[in-house]
């Protein structure tokens, strides 16, 4: 395409990197490209609840309770989510640096809007623990303890950027190492878990794995240019398609302040 400044491929790799550069959700979530596979825009996720009990017998005595499972299914819809911007031949002349940073500026909106359907989906969470005074090692050992998982291994706290103030008073917090940087946005750790503050939360912090919430990828960062050429006007727009869901309550564990 004649003057544009980048051709198409070289933009989408450029906006791919400084998504996934920017985008911490992406690693806090499971990715499932099941949806770009198969015709559709909608994923019905089914929540289980098995209920059973565990019985003692005897010889000749088998079981006088039949475990149940019930589930609950609700549809999701894939969204389409699209930034655009324009610029003249004359503001690159003028700075040659000016589309690099306006694709910059482009991405980190779209890396937003996950987010913010991230967070939106923590909201669901079902399991808690009592609120607490603040957040510290106490709190996370409890909401360790109310998640269904056999390994602590790939467990992580998300807590709100005003709860670092907290954290950093908490003895376990001063005396733990930070180990090794997981996640962006990884402000140390404590009881041995990966701490993550983002400006998302506000007054609720989550104790969960990355099973617990998904993200179906329909299609990835994908660009498309246009040029008025009679005005030398460009015009690129970034696109992705997905939708993000809570798929596992069991494995997050919300916490609030008292």
Partial sequence: MANTVYENKVLEAKAQDLL???L??????TIDSELAQNAG???TINVYTYDGTAEEVGVGVGNTERGNITYEGKDYTVKMVQQAFDYFDEDYMKDNLIVDYMLKGATQVMTNKMTTDFV??????TVSIPAVAAIGYEAIVDAISALNVENENGIYVLIPNAWKADLRKDEDYKTARMGEVVYNGQVGTICGIPVVATKALTDTAY???NEAVKCFMKKDVETEQERDANIRKNSVYLRTAYLVAL???TKICKITKA
């Fill in 20 to 22: 996934l550069t920017q």
């Fill in 24 to 29: 911490n959700t992406r690693s806090l979530m």
């Fill in 41 to 43: 825009m909608t994923k």
């Fill in 120 to 125: 939106a989906e923590l909201k669901k969470a």
């Fill in 207 to 209: 104790v969960m794995t």
């Fill in 247 to 249: 798929v596992d309550a």
